[in-house]
């Protein structure tokens, strides 16, 4: 069965700091990955996807992520992260089609910046 | 255009009570999914839809009906509301692309429910 992981909860860092957040998947096959932002009140908004070729992918707002098939992760990254930044992240998995059509998130983590 | 909207933005059931989420998108997109958000459980997919008159179930399906008479509406009913439903419910919509009913998905802005 799929699952993910975000061992953070909570990460806290400075502004004009780097950023990484972490998501662990457990799938059989080559999945389609996600990340998604929920600033608060707010639905969700696509960060960027991967689902085959260059496993270094970059989103919007400067964020980029690489997936590494050898430790089923796919970490999130930013260089430089702005106050704007501090939201709750979201890593999913999803799958369609002959392995079957569904869509897992992660729990979430919770991003503060602080001055 | 507007996007997704969904209605209403909260609304107070009392058990055992029915309601409808509505959920509508102008950007004529293929896909279309409900979830629900718990804290600290993400979101989980309840229905979705990959076309008109035709509708599958996801994760969490039970005390949830739907239906897609159109392109643009996707409307989410609850048959007899309980405590657990308690949630914030989203629709997303998508255009079909590479990733299915999951690449791309455009949310709404949610809808609070409490069943008391």
């Known amino acids: 069965a799929q699952s993910v992981t975000q061992p953070d909860i909570h990460i806290t860092v400075s502004e004009g700091a780097s950023l990484e957040l972490r998501c662990n998947y457990s799938?059989?096959?080559?999945?389609?990955l996600f990340w998604y932002v929920q600033s608060p009140g707010q639905g969700l908004q696509l960060l960027l996807k991967y689902f085959s070729g260059d496993t270094l992918v970059q989103g919007i707002k400067g964020f980029e992520a690489e997936f590494k098939r050898s430790q089923s992760s796919f970490n999130l990254r930013k260089p430089s992260v702005h106050w704007s930044d501090a939201a709750e992240y979201f890593c999913a998995v999803g799958a369609y089609g002959e392995y079957g059509n569904k869509l897992v998130f992660g729990a979430g983590t919770i991003l503060r910046v602080k001055s | 255009n507007a996007g997704v909207t969904q209605t209403p933005k909260f609304q107070v059931l009392k058990t055992g009570q029915s309601m409808t989420l509505q959920c509508a998108q102008d950007?004529?997109?293929?896909?279309m999914s409900w979830y629900r958000q718990d804290p600290g459980m993400g979101l989980r997919l309840i229905h979705y839809s990959v076309g008109a008159g035709i509708t599958d179930q996801g994760e969490v399906p039970n005390g949830y009906n739907v239906s897609r008479s159109t392109t643009e509406d996707f409307p989410l009913r609850l048959l007899s509301a309980a405590p657990s439903q308690t949630s914030v419910y989203f629709c997303a919509s998508s255009p079909g692309l590479a990733g299915g009913p999951w690449d791309t998905q455009y949310f709404g802005p949610g809808t609070r429910l409490t069943v008391l």
């Open positions: 799938y059989g096959a080559t999945p389609y």
């Open positions: 950007m004529n997109h293929e896909y």
